[in-house]
T-cell receptor
Framework: AAGVIQSPRHLIKEKRETATLKCYPIPRHDTVYWYQQGPGQDPQFLISFYEKMQSDKGSIPDRFSAQQFSDYHSELNMSSLELGDSALYFC????????????FGNGTRLTVT | GIQVEQSPPDLILQEGANSTLRCNFSDSVNNLQWFHQNPWGQLINLFYIPSGTKQNGRLSATTVATERYSLLYISSSQTTDSGVYFCAVEPGGTSYGKLTFGQGTILTVHP
């Protein structure tokens, strides 16, 4: 079965640089979510999109932005990177009904030096 | 917001042993999922179980929604079961998919 595809798997950036993470949801899933997991932490919700519109927002820094495109793939853009942005970034997708299970991608490990 | 507490925080087992992981949550939920995060960081969906009991091979899970807890059972543990087990809930009345994770149980299985 098709899964959520994230790219790249690993990314190394320097402070103040910009990074773009990509996510391709499971076919026919209309909702995409982004989560951030810091070292030794549990995943934290950042932002979600339903049918290409932002549907909810968590503790996402103003330096981060995201969007969902017409083909339902999503991109998370991070600017002015800080050392504290080093984390595992997960994308997940689901169908938009209450209680629908989330399916997570393998994550992008971002290291900021 | 909703509180999710997992216990124990750490668990060390010998291969072949059985274990029970617990997840308590403070309010009603639309969705509860158990995940296994392997040493490579992948989050693997084990169960979607807002209520009731499910089994998948050596793993099973039970959620008692009225009492706000869920249990994950691992039988005949193997070294490949090592990793972090997360419980995550979608609180009632929130938007879809905004999961709140517990702090996880770190499981180490020795050969």
């Amino acid at each position: 079965a098709a899964g959520v595809i994230q790219s790249p798997r690993h990314l190394i950036k320097e402070k103040r640089e910009t990074a773009t993470l990509k996510c391709y949801p499971i076919p026919r899933h209309d909702t995409v979510y982004w989560y951030q997991q810091g070292p030794g932490q549990d995943p934290q919700f950042l932002i979600s999109f339903y049918e290409k519109m932002q549907s909810d927002k968590g503790s996402i820094p103003d330096r981060f932005s995201a969007q969902q495109f017409s083909d339902y793939h999503s991109e998370l853009n991070m600017s002015s990177l800080e050392l504290g942005d080093s984390a595992l970034y997960f994308c997940a997708s689901s169908l938009a009904f209450l209680g629908s299970p989330l399916h997570f991608g393998n994550g992008t490990r971002l290291t900021v030096t | 917001g909703i509180q999710v507490e997992q216990s124990p925080p750490d668990l060390i087992l010998q291969e072949g042993a059985n274990s029970t992981l617990r997840c308590n949550f403070s309010d009603s939920v639309n969705n509860l999922q158990w995940f296994h995060q392997n040493p490579w960081g992948q989050l693997i969906n084990l169960f979607y179980i807002p209520s009731g009991t499910k089994q998948n091979g050596r793993l099973s899970a039970t959620t008692v929604a009225t009492e706000r807890y869920s249990l994950l059972y691992i039988s005949s543990s193997q070294t490949t079961d090592s990793g972090v087990y997360f419980c995550a809930v979608e609180p009632g009345g929130t938007s879809y998919g905004k999961l709140t994770f517990g702090q996880g149980t770190i499981l180490t299985v020795h050969p």
